[in-house]
């Protein structure tokens, strides 16, 4: 996902999340990429409907689960606009699954802290998850 951190006069990038999920645990093992027919700008990404639910047929055969999305912002320290919020909550809807929640974490143009925000969300609201402001150097075990 730092990989597809958004610079000057590019366009957004986001991708679906899956995981493996036990009775303990959700283990996020796969954050797609941007697919072909997804819509970029320099303010908005939306995912292709057609094209995400397909991978996510195909994942689910594997034993993985979609549990959310990620995509990047144009600021340092993004925050989730309300279409953002509308489009996760939307997902988490329509959605066939037997989650509380989807994850969703957006990408800001600062390495890691609060360059970061990771939420849950469904149709009732949003709970940020990631408040840490400490810096994650490139190569480390933090």
């Known amino acids: 996902m730092y990989q597809n951190r958004q610079g000057f006069l590019h366009d957004e990038a986001g991708g679906l999340l899956f995981a493996t999920i036990s009775p303990q645990?959700?283990?996020?093992?796969?954050?797609?990429?941007?697919?072909?027919?997804?819509?970029?700008?320099?303010?908005?990404?939306?995912?292709?409907?057609?094209?995400?639910?397909?991978?996510?047929?195909?994942?689910?055969?594997?034993g993985l689960h979609y549990v959310g999305e990620w995509h990047t912002h144009p600021e340092?320290?993004?925050q989730p606009s309300d279409r953002d919020r509308k489009t996760i909550?939307?997902?988490?809807?329509?959605?066939?699954?037997q989650l509380e929640a989807l994850l969703m974490i957006i990408v800001?143009?600062?390495?890691?802290?609060?360059?970061?925000w990771v939420g849950l969300h469904?149709?009732?609201?949003?709970?940020?998850?990631c408040e840490s402001d400490q810096s994650v150097s490139k190569g480390s075990n933090k």
């Open 25 to 62: 645990s959700l283990h996020i093992v796969e954050a797609t990429t941007p697919r072909p027919k997804d819509r970029r700008g320099g303010s908005f990404f939306e995912v292709d409907l057609a094209s995400a639910q397909a991978t996510i047929n195909e994942r689910h055969q594997h």
């Open 76 to 78: 340092y320290l993004p």
């Open 89 to 97: 909550a939307s997902a988490h809807v329509k959605s066939k699954h």
């Open 108 to 116: 800001g143009r600062k390495f890691a802290g609060k360059g970061l």
């Open 122 to 129: 469904n149709a009732k609201g949003s709970l940020r998850l």
